[in-house]
């Protein structure tokens, strides 16, 4: 069954550090999310995206975020300068019109 | 903005016991999700409830849906150790086409033998 990928599976980075995390949906996906789930807490929206442009952002989702769609398969998160607070796990999903599949997680560590 | 609580947060129970986890809300949704959560991994899939006082059954699994699609629940029926994990309802709001889930609370089980 195919499967969303999530790579790093662990990213660890300093304070004020870029990081980009990685997901490729399903191939016939057509809309893209990023979760995030902070520990011990519930998972989170941050954004969506569809047709080559955010549709929905959280208030989570300031300037320090980005994502993009480089190509056809890959669909990044990008962080300008990492806080500490920004220790989570981060879910990529995607779906056509039925539910969202999710991937496993990177889980970021800032320190 | 659109709050989904769950209950109990925490539930451990004997193998072969049934019970019951609630979601609530006071929005209303378009459709409704179970996900099962193991640690390390992203939700899966459970069920997903669309219509007011629908009632889905997966197996031992009973989920329904409140009549003003407010609320949820989950039932299992003589649990057993496979199925610890957390358990989140998520919820698809009634506007931009569903263009995301507001997730629960979540809701941990742990099933002993």
């Known amino acids: 069954e195919p499967e969303v990928t999530q790579t790093p599976s662990h990213q660890v980075t300093q304070m004020g550090q870029e990081v980009i995390l990685r997901c490729v949906p399903i191939s016939n996906h057509l809309y893209f999310y990023w979760y995030r789930q902070i520990l011990g807490q519930k998972v989170e929206f941050l954004v969506s995206f569809y047709n080559n442009e955010i549709s929905e952002k959280s208030e989570i989702f300031d300037d320090q975020f980005s994502v993009e769609r480089p190509d056809g398969s890959n669909f990044t998160l990008k962080i300008r300068s990492t806080k500490l607070e920004d220790s989570a796990m981060y879910f990529c999903a995607s779906r056509t019109l039925g539910p969202l599949h999710f991937g496993n997680g990177t889980r970021l560590t800032v320190t | 903005t659109q709050l989904l609580e769950q209950s109990p947060q925490f539930l451990s129970i004997q193998e072969g016991e049934n019970l019951t986890v609630y979601c609530n809300s006071s929005s209303v949704f378009s459709s409704l999700q179970w996900y099962r959560q193991e640690p390390g991994e992203g939700p899966v899939l459970l069920v997903t409830?669309?219509?007011?006082?629908e009632v889905k059954k997966l197996k031992r699994l009973t989920f329904q849906f409140g009549d003003a699609r407010k609320d949820s629940s989950l039932h299992i029926t003589a649990a057993q150790p496979g199925d610890t994990g957390l358990y989140l309802c998520?919820?698809?709001?009634?506007?931009?086409?569903?263009?995301?889930?507001?997730f629960g609370t979540g809701t941990q089980l742990k099933v002993e033998l």
């Open positions: 998520a919820g698809a709001g009634v506007t931009g086409g569903g263009n995301k889930l507001t």
């Open positions: 409830v669309v219509t007011g006082g």
